[in-house]
C-alpha cells in the first residue's frame, strides 16, 4: 500500500445514492465494503463526512434564516451521517469510533487529537462529525484540518467524477482530465477542487488531495494502493 494513514473526505451528497435527500443504505453498505478491504491491508483510516445531504447552512440563509444557525443545524447534519457510517461500517465488521468537533457525549467522543491517533494505530476506523465546530466552515476544510492534525500522509477526496477537469465534464463532453496537477495551477486555472480555504490550507501544509470517483467499486483500494486513479493534487 502506498499510503500508511489516510482521510477520506466523502460528501453528505454521496451518501444519497440515487436518492434527492437523506441516506442511501445500499451505498453506505457499498462504502463500508471499500473501507474495510483498505484496513484489511493495514492501512489507518480516518474520515470526515459532510452534510449536505440533509442540510447547509448557506442553504439556510438564503431561505432567511440566520447563517450561523443554518450552520449549527448543518454540523449536526454531518453527526446523523457520521452515526450512520459507524453502523454501516459496524454491520460490516469494522472497528469505529465517532468524534465530534461539538460534544455530544452521549452519542459519540469529543475530538481529542491524542486519542484519535491512538484508534487509528489500533486499527479503529475514526470518523470525525460536526465538521470543525465552527460556523462559516466547510467539512472540506474539516478534512484538511482533521488530515494535519493526525499526519495523515493524504486526503483522498472522494466524488461522483473521477478527477478534476478543465472543464464540468457533467457539462462539457469535451472536457479533459489532469492525472496530476501542482496546487499553484489549479488556483491560475481556476479550478474548483475545495473551497478557498479548504485548498490553501492544504497547500500551506503541502498535504496531497487525491479526488476520485468513490461510487465505483474498489477504486478506493486502487487509490491506496498507488494506482493512477482520479487526479492527484501536489506541490
Ligand atoms: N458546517 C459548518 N462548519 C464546519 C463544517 C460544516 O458550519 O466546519 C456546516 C455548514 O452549514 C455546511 C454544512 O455543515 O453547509 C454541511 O457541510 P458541507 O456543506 O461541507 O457538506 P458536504 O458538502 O460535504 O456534504
Known sequence: MKYKRILLKLSGEALMGDRQYGIDPQRLAEYAQDIKEITERGVEVAIVIGGGNIFRGVAGASNGMDRVQGDHMGM????????????????????????????????????????????????????????????????????VLRAIEIE????????????????????????????????????KKGLKVMDTTAFTLSQE???????????????????VSGEKVGTEVNI
Do not use: C, W
Open 76 to 143: 449536526l447534519a454531518t453527526v446523523i451521517n457520521g452515526l450512520a457510517l459507524q453502523s454501516a461500517l459496524e454491520d460490516a465488521d469494522v472497528q469505529t469510533r465517532l468524534q465530534t468537533a461539538i460534544k455530544i457525549n452521549e452519542v459519540a467522543e469529543p475530538f481529542i487529537r491524542r486519542k484519535a491517533m491512538s484508534h487509528l494505530s489500533k486499527g479503529r476506523v475514526v470518523i470525525f462529525g460536526g465538521g470543525t465546530g465552527n460556523p462559516y466552515f466547510t467539512t472540506d476544510s474539516a478534512a
Open 152 to 187: 495523515a500522509d493524504v486526503i483522498l477526496k472522494g466524488t461522483r467524477v473521477d478527477g478534476i477537469y478543465n472543464a464540468d465534464p457533467e457539462k462539457d463532453d469535451k472536457a479533459i482530465k489532469f492525472n496530476f496537477i501542482s496546487f499553484d495551477e489549479v488556483l
Open 205 to 223: 501544509n503541502e498535504l496531497p488531495i487525491i479526488v476520485f470517483d468513490m461510487n465505483k467499486r474498489g477504486n478506493l483500494f486502487k487509490v
